[in-house]
């Protein structure tokens, strides 16, 4: 099993990485001094295990994507993770407050 959506809620293998997900947000519109900030978490308010941050938006979709290194962070388990917009560095909203990102045994 290779990457997978539901929604806002995302599915993959462990030690998968290098593919890009697209992720469309909606009810705003995103220029080119925007970006998105992705926080994983271990669970809603929980610790943050991998930030990373998309200035690359075009269509109003980021393309979601982890290094090795990245997803050597996420073991087996379901994790929460939420969008922040940002303009020129600055906090604007948050775009998505909490989804899953689930990742499998290979097994």
Known sequence: MAWSASGSNLQMC???YGVAIPITVKGVTLDALDSVKVTIKTEKNGATVLEK????VS???VNFSLTAA????LSVGTYIYVLDWYRSGTFLYNILPAATLKVVDKG
């Open 53 to 56: 941050t998309y200035s690359n």
């Open 14 to 16: 462990e030690g998968d």
């Open 70 to 73: 990245e997803t050597a962070k």
């Open 59 to 61: 269509n109003n979709t």
